[in-house]
């Protein structure tokens, strides 16, 4: 599966300006580049949508920077102190572009990356081995056991609950407002045709609601040209 850079650059930049309120760097263009580049390696990704739900995720989760980032540690006293103390001792807190965390976890993505995680945990923060561990855990349901075939096949496509994919339904609607987003810019962008019937696509057209999905107003149309 292949897209054009330049159109996919440019409904990226609308992306990140008009829904991210934001500017996309050429950092993060390269990034973004790079992962197509992975994608178009890859076989098992035959659906667009399902790269639109990957994209918005992995997005979601770096902070929209698409780079492995490291777990950082809460402040003391809340819930997800409490939680991180189980394992930060241990050194397997969370790291990649979609983090991992738990021993038992890094133990388990090591034979799908063919690097001992376990022995070496921060090999969770280069850029190649965190694409393979995002790619495998949403396509296999490493991470939950959901996959993205349960949420994102033929005529199914459930953007909402496919967040129980990575955590349960923590943000659902910001990241399947998202997904949308992103659907549409890879239609637009796709070189190669998709392996499904695309009447059940979400996007009729080239166009995506941007609305602030902090407060659900503002919605407007955006047509990429």
């Not at 980032?69 to 807190?93: C, H, M």
Request: positive net charge; hydrophobic residues 35%; glycine residues 6%.
């Amino acid at each position: 599966m292949r897209f054009n850079p330049q159109i996919a650059k440019k409904g990226f930049n609308k992306l990140y300006t008009e829904v991210l309120k934001s500017s996309l760097s050429e950092k993060t263009w390269k990034n973004i580049l790079f992962i197509f580049t992975k994608i178009e390696d890859d076989e098992h990704w035959a659906d667009y949508r399902q790269v639109a739900n990957f994209l918005a995720q992995t997005g979601f989760e770096s902070m929209w920077a698409y780079a492995p980032v490291k777990e950082v540690r809460a402040k003391p006293g809340t819930k997800l102190y409490d939680i991180q103390n189980k394992y930060w001792s241990t050194s397997y807190f969370g790291r990649g572009i979609l983090q991992i965390t738990w021993r038992a976890n890094y133990e388990k993505m090591s034979k799908y990356v063919g690097f001992d995680l376990v022995k070496n945990p921060d090999l969770a923060l280069n850029p190649e081995v965190s694409y393979i561990l995002a790619a495998k855990g949403m396509q296999l349901g490493l991470y939950t056991g959901k996959k993205l075939d349960d949420y994102i096949k033929g005529n199914k496509c459930d953007y909402f609950n496919s967040r129980r994919i990575v955590n349960g339904l923590d943000n659902a609607k910001e990241i399947a407002h998202y997904s949308k987003c992103i659907e549409v810019v890879l239609k637009a962008a796709l070189i190669q045709e998709p392996q499904w019937s695309d009447a059940s696509t979400s996007s009729s057209d080239e166009t995506f609601l941007v609305a602030d999905t902090q407060t659900g107003s503002g919605t407007t149309t955006t047509e990429i040209t």
